[in-house]
């Protein structure tokens, strides 16, 4: 990791950590009976005030509730993280996190949400060589933060169609397709995501062109968001987003069902063993 992005991330974490002392000062609470109360040690609670080491961000909901902030310590949390993200991707971020279902296609790679750190790294290493480690590292912790809202309390459903081809791609070598797929197998298990696997071998396939997202956010409807290189598009059109959700209707009755799509992930696993 480089200087200016660990300086970025102390920094972040020095500006939680500030916040969460003033509230727990508030609420007129020692380290030691906030600790208890959170069912954290009173080590870890006073190195977060102090910002020095990483905060999960489903500590900060739990202190939250038990302070009764409004969740000001998680929105924090999701403020800073979203400075790391590229700014095309901020607003996108706001309705992923805002979301109570997401429906994710992708004919080439892992989507972010079920990326494992080291495939992630490797992505965003080759993606963009010309960033400095600095900066990968910065982007990388960006993309790991956004993992969170699947620990959060009311984690949205998430539905996820692959292309088989996604399964074979060695991404980062054997080691790093071997966890990514394994970390596939362990997130299929949970109740609140859906994973699918359009067969390679498969002639009739409905989504040989793009990614894309859906996303069901309360009181705004369905938004569809694509993206590019440099850019991405969010849309509410309601004929754009019902020809989506459409082809999305498309996508899941050419995929395996789930419980086969998850054997067919663990044959694939064997091959990078």
Known sequence: ?????????????????????????????????LARRVLLSPAMLSAMERG?????????????????TGNALANLWDRTSESA????????????????????????LVPGLL????????????GLPR????????????RMDRKAILKSERPPFLLVVLDGSVLSR????????????????????????????????TERHPGLFHAFSLFMVPNQGTVLYTETR???????????????????????????PQEASLQLIAQAQQEFS
Request: with cysteine.
């Open 52 to 68: 020095a080491r990483g905060i999960k961000r489903e500590h900060l909901e739990r202190i939250d509730r038990e302070l009764d």
């Open 115 to 126: 990326q494992t750190e080291a495939y992630a790294g490797c992505l965003l290493t080759m």
């Open 230 to 256: 440099h850019s991405g598009t969010p849309t509410d059109d309601p004929g754009i987003v019902a020809d989506y959700a459409r082809h999305y209707g498309d996508l899941r009755g050419a995929a395996l």
């Open 170 to 201: 060695p991404v980062g070598g054997k080691k790093v397709m071997h966890e990514q797929l394994g970390h596939l197998l362990d997130l299929g298990e949970r109740p609140n995501i859906s994973l699918q696997v359009i067969p390679f071998e």
């Open 131 to 142: 960033e400095s480690p600095a900066e990968i590292s910065e982007l990388l912790q960006a």
């Open 85 to 108: 993200l590229p700014t095309w991707y901020q607003d996108a971020a706001k309705r992923e996190r805002a979301s109570t279902e997401i429906w994710e296609y992708h004919p080439l």
């Open 1 to 33: 990791m480089g200087e200016r992005s660990v300086g970025v991330s102390r920094g972040r974490w020095a500006k939680i950590g500030k916040q969460l002392r003033a509230h727990r000062e508030r609420a007129g609470l020692s380290q030691t009976d």
